[in-house]
């Protein structure tokens, strides 16, 4: 059945299908645990709200276990441009990198730690074990340039993405119990569903070295 057929129909259903297709369009990303019984509907009538999307919209519906998101490959308004579009994204080098770090960081964590995209519970981390990841990686990549990437660049590097992380839903700062104090190293953070649509293997690509854009 048709997405207009079941909305058509005007019962609890119908509601449901609306609501589901508003969701989809008010985030990024789309999680089980924003609301468990209208991701239920999208799993359901997922062979409809795909058809829906590809024939009105020329989208993609991409859905796992507890994420789904609508890719558009193109994007129409050309007067609207770039920087003024409302869409996660980096344009620096080094920050384009330590997302990538971040993706390849947390597959490493999932291996060890036997963490799977069906799994009821996120994988968490330190900040500062992300930290002593990247900073290895980043001058392991760079190895002309060993001397830009200390600790603490790096470290102003990833807080310079955070924003965004958190922003657009890839991470989520897990707060403490109000008697503990904790510093930037042991603080924790959740990696959520969004991480596992992407993949790390552009880092096994050559890096350009262009000083403008990194800075």
Request: glycine share 2%; aromatic share 14%.
């Amino acid at each position: 059945m048709k997405i207009e057929e079941l909305i058509d129909r005007g019962d609890e259903t119908g509601q449901r299908i609306r609501e589901t297709l508003n969701v989809l369009l008010e985030s990024p990303y789309f999680y089980k645990t924003d609301d468990e019984r209208l991701f239920l509907v999208l799993t359901r009538y997922k062979r409809a709200f795909e058809s829906f999307f590809e024939k009105f919209f020329g989208w993609t519906l991409v859905m796992d276990a507890k994420c789904a998101r609508l890719y558009k490959p193109k994007w129409f308004n050309e007067k609207i441009t770039l920087p003024n579009r409302d869409m996660f994204g980096f344009t620096k080098r080094d920050e384009c990198m330590a997302f990538l770090l971040l993706i390849e960081f947390f597959e490493r964590e999932c291996r060890e730690q036997g963490v799977t995209a069906d799994d009821r519970e996120n994988l968490r981390f330190r900040f500062g074990d992300w930290l002593e990841y990247a900073a290895a990686r980043f001058r392991a990549l760079m190895p002309d340039k060993e001397e830009n990437y200390t600790d603490e660049r790096v470290r102003q590097i990833l807080r310079d993405i955070m924003p965004d992380l958190v922003r657009y839903r890839f991470l989520q700062k897990v707060r403490p119990s109000a008697d503990d104090s904790v510093s930037e190293a042991e603080t924790i953070f959740e990696c959520l569903p969004a991480l596992w649509h992407y993949q790390a293997a552009q880092l096994n690509q050559p890096i350009a070295v262009e000083e403008e854009s990194a800075s």
